[in-house]
């Protein structure tokens, strides 16, 4: 599409931000994550016909920045990465980990909440740590749907996929992230009482109410 | 069960899009039902809805002032 020197400028620098927050949870260091930016905004200023309307710029500068890292990195390893969807396919028979399904107690909702006060505890470097420790086609997902806030559809067309592999990816995703957060928790006693108690309660099939109220 | 009603399990497949908004207009309103009348898909349907906040708020509101400079300048060179 037609757009001015002008024009490309403004929506680059309006969407800078977000470029490089993307970049640098993309890349891991700001150093990178800046040279990212840069030699996205270049390729789109060279790739200005495959846009096809101004409400499409976000996605199509991001699918750039995305594909710029993917393949900037391949070069830098000198090999080929393992291909995503494999990697998707290969989890896909797994259940998705829920920390509410670790957690909740329905018999507790009048004077506890296990799962609340999960996270009431989380940290954001429990949050940081664990979103940079998801592999990157989960990583990704979770940036653009809960950081940036993009929609399916963007989300599908930044990363160039059906927009159902974004549903069942971002579930993937979002998984993985609170299974490192239950991990995290776990190895640091953070997950709390209330979450050893409701897990020994269900296993062993004894409500935890009753043992609530003597406490 | 009417084809306007869902049931847990359904609740539970559809929980991320009905948090994301993205579930179109019959489908969001046929869970917000099974909301009303669920407590323990409510509590999960909150539970993910903290979460994506929690999430949400690890974006970085500061912009660093270094980058836009060198995209300011680079745009300059096209």
Same mark, same amino acid.
């Given at each position: ?35 990212? *930016? ?57 259940? *998705? ?119 | ?11 539970? $497949? $559809? ?64």
């Amino acid at each position: 599409m037609a757009i001015s020197r002008e024009a490309f400028g403004e929506k680059v620098l309006a969407l800078v931000g977000s470029l490089h927050g993307v970049a640098c949870r993309l890349t891991g260091n700001d150093t990178d994550a800046e040279d990212l *930016v840069a030699e996205s905004v270049a390729r789109a200023w060279k790739a200005l016909d495959s846009l096809e309307s101004d409400a499409a710029f976000r996605a199509w500068i991001f699918r750039i920045l995305h594909n710029t890292f993917v393949s900037e990195r391949r070069r830098a390893n000198a090999r080929p990465q393992c291909d995503p969807i494999g990697g998707e396919n290969l989890d896909e028979a797994e259940p *998705v980990f829920s920390i509410f399904e670790q957690m909740h107690q329905p018999f507790l909702l009048w004077f506890s909440n296990p799962e609340q006060e999960f996270l009431d505890r989380l940290l954001r470097e429990d949050l940081e740590r664990a979103l940079a420790t998801l592999p990157e086609h989960h990583r990704v997902v979770v940036i653009l749907a809960d950081l940036e806030e993009f929609n399916y559809r963007e989300i599908a067309d930044t990363l160039g996929v059906p927009l159902g592999t974004v549903r069942s990816r971002l579930a993937r995703a979002r998984g993985t992230l609170q299974k490192l957060l239950w991990e995290q928790a776990q190895a640091r006693g953070l997950s709390g009482a209330a979450a050893t108690g409701a897990a020994e309660g269900r296993t062993a099939g004894v409500p935890r109410a009753k043992s609530g109220k003597e406490a | 069960m009417t084809k306007h009603e869902i049931d847990c399990e359904k609740a539970l $497949q $559809q929980i991320f899009q009905f948090i994301d908004h993205e579930l179109d207009g019959g489908e969001r309103e046929a869970m917000q039902r099974h909301l009303h009348t669920c407590k323990s898909c409510f509590s999960r349907a909150e539970f993910e809805r903290r979460l994506k906040g929690k999430v949400g708020g690890l974006r970085e509101k500061e912009e660093v002032p270094e980058v836009r400079s060198r995209i300011s300048r680079l745009l300059k060179t096209f």
